[in-house]
């Protein structure tokens, strides 16, 4: 195995905080709009953004919410191992919102697929956009293309793309791991 | 997050043939799934490729409707079979029957029958997947399963609760499941009722019995009052239901004397007057009405795990 940090310290802060005033150029003080987290590793990049968001904007009120997406996946009994379910959070309502999903990586799309529709669910949404701190570039199985980049990453299927959190994993990074040949 | 994420057993034949894992893995489950049905859309799209048939060869009401929601709120497809208006008249085989609705492409069955036993028969022969919903006096694991998230979702937990089980014990299905299913959990479980109602080895189960019904409700965090099944009972149990209702009844003023506030269930339906009376079925204390929206909850949870493992 072969790691290669892509992003991490001080690089990986000044990433968060650029998604954020990119955020704030298309949504002002955040009172039409909402943030989606999307279970179960989004949801520390949306918490993140969101609080970055409150230093930034401290009067603003920002809702961000979290969005499991297990029933609703394409993939249910195609694969080895059950899909497990988690929590979903939305104390706010949606409908006529804009709302940003975000997700750690984006890969395949298929994720977003099924987060688009657990998210409708919910309500009727003014306006969809998607934030990815990593978008694997060439690889995605369906039409989805992310509206905020936090890093662009191009690698190989049997390669493996990571983000790990202060929170969880004491320490922010991403990285690329590589199965050695 | 349970320890296992995925049930031990093919089919949900009895509380018996789960273990602990498995329960918690269910109930876990289920709270996601409360979450579901409390949403403005309330399906998800998760069984869209599996066929369900219920098979009720005995009546049913809120099993039944139960189950056929679970089942549209999974977007399963669902066929309805009652044995009143069927085939089973012209007398053909419960294997017969349930092969030839088989042969129509369905990947589970959920069945009801008078016989206790009948579901294990039937994994026996058959390929289906099959979910027990209630087997003669035998087992009726889904009202067990939705009984213990019920009082987990009120008591916060369900080991070291103790429920006493008040009532027709003898013919109860709901009696063994939950006896079980509590026993599983942690709790401790006394079964209370006149003699002739209590099965005579029933202690064997390792639950406490009690014949007072005072006694056993000062005693008790839950008290879980079963239907008096009168079409089961082939000779008189006791004198009359009006001497039933005196010594096993429980009302407002029995309630309302025990020095903490219990916790009152009930399977359903519900003969008012009877084993409960109507002040205390609609009060605070009951949560009867709740079972029945967890029920919906709970038997989610077990079709999603049963149809998870198919590969």
Known sequence: MQNLTLLDGQKFQITIERLCHQLIENHNDFSNSVILGIQPRGIYLSKRIAQELGKILPDAKIDNGILDITFYRDDFRRGDSPLVPNSTQIDFIIEGKKVILVDDVLWTGRTIRAAMDAMLAFGRPEKVELLVLVDRRYSRHLPIEPDYIGIKVDSISSQKVVVSWKETDHEDKVILISEQV | ?311
């Open chain 2, 1 to 311: 997050m349970a320890a296992s994420q995925r049930l031990s057993s093919k089919h949900l034949l009895g509380i018996k043939d789960l273990n602990t894992q498995d329960i918690e893995l269910i109930l876990e489950t289920a709270n996601n799934f409360k979450d579901v049905i409390n949403r403005p859309i309330k399906k998800v799209p998760s069984l869209r490729d599996i066929t369900i048939a219920n098979i009720f060869f005995e009546n049913s009401t809120r099993t039944k409707l139960s189950f056929e929601l679970a089942q549209k709120r999974l977007s399963a497809d669902v066929v309805n079979f009652a044995a009143s208006s069927s085939s089973v008249s012209k007398g053909e085989t419960l294997i017969d029957t349930v092969n030839n609705i088989l042969s129509m492409k369905v990947d589970m069955v959920v069945m009801r029958h008078p016989y206790p036993g009948a579901g294990v028969f039937l994994s026996k022969h058959i390929n289906a997947q099959i979910v027990n919903a209630g087997d003669g006096a035998h087992e009726h694991p889904t009202q067990a399963l939705l009984d213990a998230f019920s009082i987990k979702e009120k008591l916060g937990e369900v080991a070291g609760k103790k429920v006493v089980i008040v009532g027709d014990v003898l013919h109860s299905r709901v009696a063994l499941s939950n006896i079980l299913c509590l026993q599983k959990l942690g709790a401790e479980v006394m079964v209370c009722g006149p003699t002739t109602l209590i099965p005579k080895y029933i202690h064997t189960l390792g639950v406490k019995v009690e014949h007072n019904l005072m006694k056993a409700l000062n005693w008790c965090d839950v008290a879980n009052m079963l239907r008096i099944q009168l079409e089961r009972q082939d000779i008189k149990y006791f004198p009359s239901l009006r001497e039933y209702s005196m010594m096993y009844g429980l009302n407002k003023q029995i309630l309302d004397s025990l020095d903490k506030k219990i916790i009152v269930m009930h399977p359903g339906p519900i003969n008012r007057g009877v084993e409960i009376t109507s002040d205390v079925a609609d009060s605070q204390q009951s949560i009867i009405l709740d079972q029945v929206e967890n029920g919906v909850a709970v038997r989610m949870a077990v079709l999603y795990l049963l149809a998870s493992q198919k590969g």
